[in-house]
């Protein structure tokens, strides 16, 4: 069993923490692994998003002071986390598409944080993904980006190229889910978004 499947166990059974702990052992073992630092990017992402929702809804009791205390702390330890290995990721991979590709992907998510966003400029997300799309232009799952119209639903002027990229998305046997199933939990994360799109357009 490889680490990524070792992974994929640990994030089904809900064990994050351990998850993370483990991508960190993978990385110090392995420090030129790109899969390895977009992983643990989109894990650490993903937990401070859940952290900040657990924050937010916190009942008053005698122990709730100690439980946001507990919230607070782990968020900011994630945080700083996140903007490590996104820097040393970048550092490294800079010229990598899957890299550029999949953790601008993981900082877009941060949107609604805006004491992480901040350290991640919404121009360096664009240029990362553009690159990308330059570096390796006929990557199926980097075409997402090349018509903002799919994410909006537009048809306008784009019909067959939309056509075509939607029974592309939920073709099983297509470049598209065979990529994104092979990136674990954050492939399956984007694939709905992708396969979501795909239906509601497909209705229109």
Same mark, same amino acid.
């Given at each position: ?9 640990l994030e089904k059974n809900d064990d994050f923490d351990v998850a ?8 110090r073992d392995n420090p030129e692994d790109v899969d390895a630092y977009?992983? !643990? ?5 993903? /937990?401070? !998003?859940?952290? *900040? /929702?657990?924050?937010?809804?916190? =009942?008053?009791?005698? $122990? =709730? ?5 507990? %919230?607070? @702390? ?10 490590? %290995?996104? &820097?040393?990721?970048? @550092?490294?991979?800079?010229?990598? *598409?899957?890299?550029?590709?999949? &953790? ?5 998510? &941060? ?7 901040? #350290? ?8 990362? !993904? @553009? ?9 199926? $799952?980097?075409? +997402? ?12 002027g784009q019909d067959h190229k939309l056509l075509d990229y939607a ?6 046997? *297509? ?8 990136? #674990? ?6 694939? #709905?978004?992708?396969? *979501?799109?795909?239906?509601? +357009?497909?209705?229109?």
């Amino acid at each position: 069993m490889n680490w990524k499947e070792k992974v994929y166990i640990l994030e089904k059974n809900d064990d994050f923490d351990v998850a993370i702990f483990f991508m960190q052992q993978i990385i110090r073992d392995n420090p030129e692994d790109v899969d390895a630092y977009i992983f !643990i990017l989109f894990r650490l992402m993903y /937990c401070i !998003i859940e952290n *900040s /929702c657990h924050f937010a809804n916190i =009942s008053q009791t005698p $122990v =709730s002071d100690i439980k946001k205390q507990y %919230y607070r @702390e782990k968020e900011e330890h994630y945080n700083d986390l996140y903007l490590e %290995y996104f &820097a040393q990721g970048y @550092e490294k991979f800079s010229e990598n *598409s899957e890299f550029l590709f999949y &953790a601008a992907h993981t900082a877009a998510m &941060a949107g609604m944080l805006s004491f992480l966003h901040a #350290g991640i400029d919404d121009n360096v997300i664009n240029q990362m !993904i @553009e690159k990308a799309a330059l570096l390796d232009p006929q990557n199926m $799952v980097y075409r +997402w980006q090349f018509y903002p119209a799919f994410r909006q639903g537009d048809k306008d002027g784009q019909d067959h190229k939309l056509l075509d990229y939607a029974h592309s998305v939920l073709d099983q046997s *297509s470049p598209i889910w065979r990529e994104l199933h092979q990136m #674990g939990t954050f492939g399956e994360h984007l694939y #709905g978004i992708m396969e *979501s799109w795909a239906h509601r +357009w497909l209705k229109q």
